[in-house]
Structure formats: structure tokens, C-alpha cells
């Protein structure tokens, strides 16, 4: 599993920052966990107040509005996170995780009874869409057009503004305990929301979820396959459960990069960024830091402590992360306890190729016998 996943080592080992180009732009990216921290909390001087600006490779045409809050800066971004933050914690609720652990139970039981399938849009594809459904409280029947977007929620053509308009649309008329309806209803100082931050709101929601929770999961089928005693390393102590998650959010760290603008001149290190650049902040290489984690090469099922920071850090670290974890936490369970080994037929790498790195983000198509 990912052979070439640490693109960044020799730079974050010589001078902790590599440029990266993306349309033209040179980013530097910021390489090592200790200096990727101290930006992303200094958000005075490391701004998220830019649309479009946010993802290192511009998306201007795959969308038309500013993602909330992930593209703010506070006073904005606290107020708006608090209004959604309560939504994305029903993950912790006893509840939802026993529906959850039962949903995936019973996918991977479907699994079992298949014979060969694709890992990727057989099981993981449909989990994450499922799991949102449940994270959205939307009829299941919602996950099935998100099924047929692909691995991403945002690509040209998906349509995902328009079906995210005709959802608040519909639930004016039909207010219901959904997502939509709550950021229909809900009092924003004093005021409804308007139909463009309502509309910023979902986007992030539908996108930040899907290739990220996809690529993990997938991930993980493959590393098993691999490694078939990690099953049997797994159901030795329940606390793996947790560690283990922990460990593949930081190996696979899906997400390379996200960015920051600089409204004057700042420093990373020893590199001075001119006033108007973007740094990348690149959680992949900052979690094979070798100065913070002992064999960062290595999947350690029992790395305590695992100071990774697959999820970001700091006031915009990842709303969704109770959810991927819940997920994470119950596929590894049932595989624990429903899966003898996993028989690997073939599979096809999903890499990202930009002009100074190459790097396995997930895969395209895994083919596999779960047994
Ligand atoms: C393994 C899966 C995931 C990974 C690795 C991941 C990674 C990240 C990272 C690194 C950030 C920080 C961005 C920044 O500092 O600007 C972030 C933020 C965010 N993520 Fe995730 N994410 C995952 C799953 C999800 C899911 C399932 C959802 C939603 C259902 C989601 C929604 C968001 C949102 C809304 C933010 C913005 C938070 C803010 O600005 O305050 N993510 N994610």
C-alpha cells in the first residue's frame, strides 16, 4: 500500500518547504508538523478569508460561492461553525453510533456473501453515502444520486449547487429535522441565513466528506489484504479500535494540501512569504514528520501518542471528523469481527501528479474477496 507516499521527505528534511506550482502560482508548501502547527494558528497573518483560495488548485468552476466556514476568518468563522457544529457532532450520540456499527455490519456481510467486488465504488462509495445520509437525517434514498456523482462530490458536471438548491427548496415547503431545514430555520445574529451561505454550507459538507472518507476506507481494505495479522492484531484489545483509526487518518492522509494567504509578508521558518502569497499546508508530510513519529513509513496499529493532524489543527480543524472517525471505527470492527482475511485480485493506484510531486492519494479500483 502506497509505495511512494511521502513525496515530501527530502524537502521537510533540507529546508522544511517546497514550492509547489499549481496554474502558475508557486506555493510553498509548509513540510514539517512543528511549523505547520504555529501557521495554521496564527490565522491573523495565515488568512482563510479568500474564496476559492482555500484548496491549493482553484475550483472558481466548480462552484459559484464561498465555502462556509472553511474559507473565513473569526469573528465570521466562529459564528458560523457554532451554528453547525452541534449537527456534526450527532456522531458521538449513542444512537446514531449503534446505527452506524449496524449499517456497516451489514455492508460488510453483503461483502462477505458476494464473492468479488470493487472495494472502491462497490463498498466504500456506497458507505460514505449512506453514512452521510444518516449524518444529513435525509431519507437513505438521497445517498443513490450522490452514488452516481463518482468519488467526488464537486467535478464538473456533478451538479451539486443545483441539487443542493432544490433540497433547500424543498424542505421550505416541508421543514422537516434534516440539515436542510435546520440551516433553513436557524437564527443567524438575529436574521435567517441567506440562500449563498446556506448554499456555501452544504458545498463544503458535500465535498470535504467524499474522496477523503473514500480513500481511507479503501485504504484500509488494501492494508488488510496485505497484512492479513492485523485482523488477528486487532481483536486483542478493544483500545486498537481507536488506535488504529488514528493510525490510518495519519498514514493515508488523504487530504495533500489546503492553503492560507498572507494579507502582509510573514515567515515560515526561515522562508519569508511576500504579503498576497498562499502557503500550502501539507498534512501528509507533517505526519511522516521522522523529528515527532518513530517509523512514519510504518502502519503502527498501536501508536500512542499519535499527534497527527490528518483532520487540520486548530479553529478550522475538520467538522466531519466524528463522522469519518465513527465510520473508520466501525469498518474496523466488523472487519475484525466478521472477516477471516481479505483476498486481493488487483488494484489501480489513485494518484495525484502536479508538477513537483507525485502522490498516491486512495485507489481507483480495488479488486477483492473478502472471505
Ligand atoms: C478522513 C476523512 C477526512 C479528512 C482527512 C479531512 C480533513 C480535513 C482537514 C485537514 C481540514 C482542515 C482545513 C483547514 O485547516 O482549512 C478539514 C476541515 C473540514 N472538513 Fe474534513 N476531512 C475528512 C472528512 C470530512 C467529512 C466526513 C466532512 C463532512 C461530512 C468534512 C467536512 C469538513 C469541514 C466542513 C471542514 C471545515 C471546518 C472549518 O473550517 O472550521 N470532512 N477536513
Keep these: 500500500m502506497h509505495s511512494n507516499q511521502d513525496p515530501f521527505r527530502e524537502?521537510?528534511?533540507?529546508?522544511?518547504?517546497?514550492?509547489?506550482?499549481?496554474?502558475?502560482?508557486?506555493?510553498?508548501?509548509?513540510?514539517?508538523?512543528?511549523?505547520?502547527?504555529k501557521v495554521v494558528?496564527?490565522?491573523?497573518?495565515?488568512?482563510?478569508?479568500?474564496?476559492?483560495?482555500?484548496?491549493?488548485?482553484?475550483?472558481?468552476?466548480?462552484?459559484?460561492?464561498?465555502?462556509?466556514?472553511?474559507?473565513?476568518d473569526p469573528p465570521d468563522h466562529t459564528d458560523f461553525r457554532a451554528l453547525v457544529e452541534p449537527f456534526f457532532k450527532r456522531p458521538t450520540e449513542t444512537e446514531y453510533m449503534l446505527d452506524m456499527a449496524e449499517m456497516v455490519h451489514s455492508m460488510v456481510a453483503d461483502a462477505l456473501s458476494k464473492g468479488e467486488m470493487d472495494a472502491v465504488y462497490e463498498f466504500a462509495l456506497?458507505?460514505?453515502?449512506?453514512a452521510l445520509a444518516r449524518l444529513l437525517h435525509v431519507?437513505?434514498?438521497?445517498?443513490?444520486?450522490?452514488?452516481?456523482?463518482?468519488?467526488?462530490?464537486?467535478?464538473?458536471?456533478?451538479?451539486l449547487e443545483e441539487y443542493t438548491a432544490e433540497q433547500?427548496?424543498?424542505?421550505?415547503?416541508?421543514?422537516?429535522?434534516?440539515?436542510?431545514?435546520m440551516l433553513n430555520g436557524v437564527d443567524f445574529r438575529g436574521r435567517k441565513l441567506t440562500f449563498e451561505e446556506k448554499q456555501g454550507i452544504a458545498n463544503v459538507t458535500f465535498a470535504g466528506g467524499k474522496d477523503t472518507v473514500i480513500n481511507v476506507v479503501s485504504s484500509i481494505i488494501v492494508y488488510m489484504s496485505e497484512h492479513p495479522e492485523a485482523l488477528v492484531f486487532l481483536r486483542q484489545d478493544e483500545k486498537y479500535i481507536m488506535t488504529a483509526c488514528e493510525e490510518f487518518v495519519r498514514y493515508v492522509s488523504p487530504l495533500t494540501a489546503i492553503s492560507r494567504t498572507c494579507p502582509h509578508a510573514a515567515n515560515v521558518g526561515e522562508h519569508e512569504i511576500p504579503g498576497g502569497s498562499r502557503v500550502g499546508l501539507c498534512w501528509?508530510?507533517?505526519?511522516?514528520?521522522?523529528?515527532?513519529?518513530?517509523?512514519?513509513?510504518?502502519?503502527?496499529?498501536?501508536?500512542?501518542?499519535?499527534?497527527?493532524?490528518?483532520?487540520?489543527?486548530?479553529?478550522?480543524?475538520?467538522?466531519?471528523?466524528?463522522?469519518?472517525?465513527?465510520?473508520?471505527?466501525s469498518l474496523l470492527k466488523a472487519l475484525r469481527d466478521q472477516v477471516?482475511?481479505?483476498?486481493?485480485?488487483?488494484?489501480?493506484?489513485?494518484?495525484?501528479?502536479?508538477?513537483?510531486?507525485?502522490r498516491q492519494v486512495g485507489y481507483d479500483r480495488v479488486l477483492v474477496k473478502l472471505k
Design 11 to 37: 524537502a521537510r528534511e533540507q529546508s522544511g518547504v517546497q514550492i509547489t506550482e499549481f496554474n502558475g502560482e508557486n506555493i510553498p508548501f509548509v513540510l514539517r508538523l512543528k511549523e505547520l502547527r
Design 41 to 72: 494558528k496564527d490565522w491573523q497573518n495565515f488568512s482563510s478569508d479568500h474564496p476559492f483560495k482555500v484548496v491549493p488548485h482553484s475550483e472558481e468552476k466548480l462552484r459559484s460561492m464561498r465555502q462556509i466556514p472553511i474559507e473565513m
Design 126 to 130: 456506497p458507505l460514505q453515502c449512506r
Design 139 to 159: 431519507p437513505e434514498s438521497e445517498s443513490e444520486v450522490w452514488k452516481g456523482w463518482g468519488l467526488h462530490a464537486l467535478t464538473e458536471g456533478s451538479g
Design 168 to 181: 433547500f427548496a424543498k424542505a421550505e415547503k416541508k421543514p422537516g429535522d434534516d440539515f436542510f431545514s
Design 284 to 329: 501528509p508530510s507533517a505526519n511522516r514528520d521522522g523529528s515527532v513519529f518513530k517509523n512514519p513509513d510504518e502502519v503502527v496499529l498501536d501508536r500512542v501518542p499519535n499527534p497527527h493532524i490528518g483532520f487540520g489543527y486548530g479553529i478550522h480543524n475538520c467538522l466531519g471528523a466524528p463522522q469519518a472517525r465513527l465510520i473508520i471505527r
Design 340 to 358: 477471516k482475511r481479505i483476498e486481493m485480485v488487483s488494484f489501480e493506484p489513485r494518484v495525484e501528479k502536479e508538477e513537483s510531486y507525485t
